[in-house]
């Protein structure tokens, strides 16, 4: 069985979730498949730059315009593709895969060109797909809601996993050094990720001008645009941001932070959630989407995003034996998800689609 990935993704963004996905999937392919061959360009992907990967050029077409097309290479017959961001061969005799993450289009942005590209070829990818993976049972709800008429049996639910780099230090906050050395002796709340309206960001800021014991460090995003820094103006002497750091770095981060703060409306996983837990760091954040699912009861999670109900949830965290209690709690629940597990279950989903496909 030929397996053929598709690594566009790594030229869409910088970082994020789907990155951190596609790398560790490959990271694997590497050691246990040898028959698996590599599309990709050049670019800035920060996850990208770690793996040794021989690869072959698709097309010359500019990336703005082949992003949105079917693949466009001849693909060897009966082999497996799957795209790292909503792209199928339009071949016969080739199994498409493709991977759903989230439907935050769907949900959160406005109507406009962007969305209705964007719609239009997820939907495409999901309707050419033999087989569909969800990286949570409320990404498959979602998408059952969207594509009734999908065949439910050609979804299969495979939970992201969490990296081995996230682990509990002893002693913290020895590491903190070098570019970290500037938060040392700080009490701090992090927040990782983009700063999308669904993030609820502004209520992070609105939080922290409440809390005034507390720093705030950023990791990840885009540098802050004139609304944002003027809407952190007043707390400015306490914002640290980080942006292009990996997971051996980000772990120090959880490691000495007061809290995870992730008030998200909505997260198709929200592997932040898993690594803080993983690295011993309590989370705070929103009772809505895939989050309970991923968190379990280890978190505090509030129903409605007000900056009353998060800073009440944060100060329940000065309680020494309640956090004790979640961190032990998140400890064990992180261990529910396993890149090694995402890979295999990954790997015989293939093979079941491939059966399925090919051997009727």
Request: proline share 2%.
């Amino acid at each position: 069985m030929k397996i053929i990935y598709d690594n566009i993704v790594y030229s869409l963004q910088k970082a994020g979730g789907i990155s951190i996905y596609w790398s560790e999937l490959i990271k694997r392919l590497l050691k246990r498949e040898k028959n698996v061959s590599f599309y990709d360009s050049k670019n800035q992907n920060i996850f990208r730059k770690d793996l040794d990967i021989r690869f072959q050029k698709e097309s010359n077409l500019d990336l703005k315009l082949l992003r949105y097309l079917p693949f466009m290479k001849k693909l060897p017959l009966k082999s497996v593709f799957h795209s790292s961001y909503y792209r199928v061969s339009l071949q016969k005799d080739v199994v498409n895969i493709t991977t759903v993450h989230d439907f935050t289009y769907e949900y959160f942005m406005r109507s406009g060109l962007a969305k209705y590209v964007h719609v239009l070829q997820k939907g495409f990818a999901i309707k050419k797909s033999d087989g569909i993976i969800c990286v949570s049972e409320n990404t498959k709800k979602d998408l059952m809601k969207f594509y009734p008429m999908i065949d439910e049996s050609k979804i299969k639910v495979i939970y992201n996993g969490v990296g081995d780099e996230f682990i509990k230090f002893e002693n913290p906050q020895k590491y903190l050094i070098n570019e970290f050395e500037v938060l040392k002796d700080k009490k701090y709340i992090i927040y990782i990720g983009d700063r999308s309206s669904y993030k609820n960001f502004d209520v992070v800021i609105k939080v922290l001008k409440e809390l005034n014991d507390f720093s705030l460090v950023i990791v990840g995003g885009k540098e802050f645009d004139i609304n944002e820094q003027e809407n952190i103006k007043e707390i400015n002497n306490r914002v640290y941001p980080f942006r292009g750091i990996g997971g051996d770095k980000l772990n120090i981060l959880y490691n000495n932070a007061f809290c995870l703060f992730y008030p998200s409306s909505y997260e198709g996983f929200g592997i932040p959630i898993s690594e803080a837990m993983k690295a011993g760091c309590p989370v705070v954040s929103t009772n809505k989407s895939s989050i309970p699912e991923v968190s379990g009861d280890a978190a505090v999670l509030v129903d409605e995003v007000k900056k009353a109900k998060f800073i009440e949830s944060i100060k329940l965290l000065e309680n020494v034996n309640l956090r004790d209690d979640l961190i032990k709690k998140g400890l064990i629940q992180s261990q529910k998800f396993s890149w090694d597990k995402c890979f295999d279950e990954t790997m015989r989903f293939y093979e079941e689609v491939y059966k399925r496909k090919f051997n009727k």
